[in-house]
């Protein structure tokens, strides 16, 4: 007799959308090593191997059935400061698996990662050349680059009080700013390439400093824009070169690390390195 593949049963939206189109199926089903049925359909819970709960919507109701074999994963991309309170009322082993951002989790969902190449992943086709920068395209990206420091924001009013650090750091530097924060804030895709392309550095300031809590700003690394975090230790525990982004607290102050990215931006070869 053959089985029919597990089910992985969707609970709940991806903040209101639908989860399967907008987000599971797109970015990891087809990478998936095993065969796997999906479905939001909730008459379908006691067939399910997996119930799926991206605990920032909506969970109510709650499954009125659960077997001992299902695995309830707990799934969020935010930090703890923005998600303690959700899902409270719950009874403290409800979920039997996360799936979070962070390396102890039991499935790992970074924004991002760094990965190892060799040139037998080429011969593979297992990775394109566009993923590889040469040294003559990385000298033609930094010649290019006229302007120090870049910021996008869209939260004001943050737990890691990013805005009051940024604010002080304007008075030793001029920082381009877009986003709902300030008046300039209709920039698309193609007005961020260029603005990412014309500076040296990003400030990919969290709105909250959690271990590991690494967005999309930080990952505009890879289009070739040095990152300015606020806190070494967030990066800590992940996979990544301690010489390849800036903490703004290695620095005393604000003032401290403006003339530090002055210095940086006026070399070259130390910019590149």
Not at 240 to 247: L, T
Request: with cysteine.
């Amino acid at each position: 007799m053959k089985w029919p593949p597990p089910l992985i049963l969707i609970w709940t939206t991806f903040y209101g959308e639908n989860f399967l189109k907008y987000w599971l199926i797109n970015n990891y089903s087809s990478q998936c090593l095993y065969k796997c049925r999906y479905s939001d359909d909730k008459t379908l819970e006691n067939n399910a191997s997996v119930l799926f709960f991206h605990i920032r919507d909506k969970i109510d109701p709650l499954p009125s059935h659960r077997k001992p074999h299902q695995l309830y994963t707990f799934f969020v991309l935010e930090s703890p400061v923005n998600t303690w309170h959700r899902g409270r009322y719950l009874e403290p082993n409800f979920f039997n698996v996360t799936m979070t951002y962070r390396s102890d989790s039991d499935v790992i969902v970074p924004y991002d990662m760094f990965e190892s190449y060799t040139f037998e992943d080429l011969d593979d086709c297992t990775m394109s050349l566009d993923d590889i920068w040469v040294e003559d395209e990385i000298d033609s990206k930094i010649a290019k680059k006229e302007k120090l420091t870049l910021q996008f924001v869209s939260n004001c009013n943050t737990n890691s009080r990013r805005e009051k650090y940024i604010e002080e750091l304007k008075k030793y530097t001029e920082i381009t700013q877009m986003g709902g924060c300030v008046e300039k804030n209709d920039c698309g895709r193609e007005c961020e390439d260029k603005l990412i392309d014309s500076h040296f550095f990003y400030l990919a300031f969290e709105n909250s400093v959690c271990d590991e809590y690494l967005t999309e700003k930080f990952w505009r690394i890879k289009d070739l824009i040095v990152p300015v975090v606020l806190s070494r230790k967030v990066i800590k525990y992940v996979n990544i070169p301690n010489d390849s982004f800036i903490a703004a607290d290695d620095f005393k102050s604000p003032k401290e690390l403006a003339e530090f990215l002055k210095v940086v931006a006026a070399d070259k070869n130390r910019y590149k390195r």
